[in-house]
């Protein structure tokens, strides 16, 4: 049985609200700078290739974090 994925986030919404996680994003990877940030625009390979630039981690171990990061992001659900 399959964790259930319907209060977590995915990538496609992130990019939808990147403007709104870029905050979140700064706090978790405080190496990041805003224009880093403008730069990425939503795309989870420029955010894994900056992880790697700045935090000297290796292509999967960027994935990763940005799953365990991903999975404790709740969607916006004020309306």
Do not use: F
Not at 2 to 29: C, F, L, Y
């Amino acid at each position: 049985m399959s964790p259930k994925k319907d209060d977590e986030m995915n990538w496609s919404q992130i990019e939808g609200q990147w403007h709104q996680v870029t905050g979140q994003i700064k706090s978790k990877w405080g190496k990041l700078t805003d224009d880093d940030l403008k730069n990425i625009g939503g795309k989870k390979d420029e955010l894994i290739g900056k992880l790697e630039v700045h935090y000297g981690l290796v292509k999967e171990e960027a994935e990763k974090q940005i799953d365990a990061w991903l999975a404790m992001i709740k969607p916006d659900q004020s309306k």
